[in-house]
């Protein structure tokens, strides 16, 4: 069974950074993409950034290009979201995502798992 659990939320003023981390259990994690999203209160689901199994391809929102990075460290099982420059409008519940398909590029949301998600407040 899958299992995401994302830390590192929390905080922050304006033109701050925080980097959120992801941790993943249940299969084989460098075979599959990973991707984060983030819901803000009264507003569906955004991607935000993904990247392919292999880390050798990386997509972002156009609204986070330039501000935050995506990586992952397969030895630790884990994927990164650092963000800088944070914006009010940053503010939202980042959830982690994993692909279920192996050995995918991009993050498909009909065919990805979960994580429980972190909330990231960003102050003006």
């Known amino acids: 069974q899958v299992q995401l659990v994302e830390s590192g939320g929390g905080l922050v003023q304006a033109g701050g950074s925080l980097r959120l981390s992801c941790a993943a259990s249940?299969?084989?994690?460098?075979?599959?993409?990973m991707g984060w999203f983030r819901q803000a209160p009264g507003k569906d689901r955004e991607f935000v950034a993904s990247i392919a199994w292999s880390g050798g391809n990386t997509v972002y929102a156009d609204s986070v290009k330039g501000r935050f990075t995506i990586s992952r460290d397969n030895a630790k099982n884990t994927v990164y979201l650092q963000m800088n420059s944070l914006k009010p409008e940053d503010t939202a519940v980042y959830y982690c995502?994993?692909?279920?398909?192996?050995?995918?590029?991009?993050?498909?949301?009909?065919?990805?798992?979960w994580g429980q998600g972190t909330q990231v407040t960003v102050s003006s």
């Open positions: 249940g299969r084989t994690f460098s075979r599959y993409a």
């Open positions: 995502a994993e692909d279920s398909r192996p050995y995918s590029i991009v993050i498909v949301i009909t065919s990805a798992d």
